[in-house]
């Protein structure tokens, strides 16, 4: 799991400790509801929004921007049009925390995988394979 950034290895320890379904659930919608500090501000999009961002087999209807800081980092913004989205949402706000102020590269290297190290919750996007 090293390979991972700290925050990434962080969570995927915390799920991994969960043992109840229940308080998986509860912490995915405690990620969640951090959404709004990624949503995507309207100087940069506008809806409706361009389908080049659009997140393909995504069944919330997620967008995603990458805009580049001054320092040669990217920041991800993000959108879920679905407000039942919370899988989504919560995807969203893990990819911010982790990638977002990174080199491009450093994003562009993510192994997928961590997903299913999450095992026990069933992230809906895994199934949509958005």
Known sequence: MSSYPPKLTELIEDFQSITDRTERAEALIEIADRFPGVR???HIAQKPYPEENHVTF???DAYVWAIDNPDGTVKFY???LNPQGLSAM???VVLDEAYSNQ???YAAALDTGWC???S???FRWARGRG
Request: net charge negative; with cysteine; glycine share 10%.
């Open 103 to 105: 080199p491009l590269d």
């Open 116 to 118: 299913s190290s999450c």
């Open 78 to 80: 993000f959108d879920v």
């Open 90 to 92: 919560a995807m969203s």
């Open 58 to 60: 995504c069944e919330s």
């Open 40 to 42: 995507v501000p309207g």
């Open 120 to 122: 026990g919750v069933r």
